[in-house]
Nanobody, 126 residues
Framework: QVQLVESGGGSVQPGGSLTLSCTTS????????IGWFRQAPGKEREGISS????????YYRDSVKGRFTISRDSAEGTVHLQMNSLKPEDTAIYYC???????????????????WGQGTQVTVSS
């Protein structure tokens, strides 16, 4: 049974940092991509970052580029999202997702991922 579990969420002041982790288990062949999504109150869920398990290539939305860093520990089956210089608009529930991303699909699209974690809350407020 495939499972993804997020951890590391919490409350932080603007300008602060948090590191989210996504621990995966149950994969037979392993995912090709792990993505991070977030859903702010009243908004649709959006993909913000992704990493290829095959070659380590990373992807970032403009809204988080330069502030967030995604990394993987393949041996541990864990993906981390280091978030620096956090802003109030980063407040959201953060989800990790795993998938194979069929040809022609976007790393930022929910439809590209087959497995999802339960989410972890990140609140940025003074």
């Amino acid at each position: 049974q495939v499972q993804l579990v997020e951890s590391g969420g919490g409350s932080v002041q603007p300008g602060g940092s948090l590191t989210l982790s996504c621990t995966t288990s149950g994969f037979t062949l392993g995912p090709k991509f792990i993505g991070w999504f977030r859903q702010a109150p009243g908004k649709e869920r959006e993909g913000i970052s992704s990493i290829s398990y095959v070659n380590g290539k990373t992807y970032y939305r403009d809204s988080v580029k330069g502030r967030f860093t995604i990394s993987r520990d393949s041996a541990e089956g864990t993906v981390h999202l280091q978030m620096n210089s956090l802003k109030p608009e980063d407040t959201a529930i953060y989800y990790c997702a795993a998938g194979v991303l069929p040809r022609g699909t976007s790393v930022y699209s929910e439809q590209s991922y087959d497995y999802w974690g339960q989410g972890t809350q990140v609140t940025v407020s003074s």
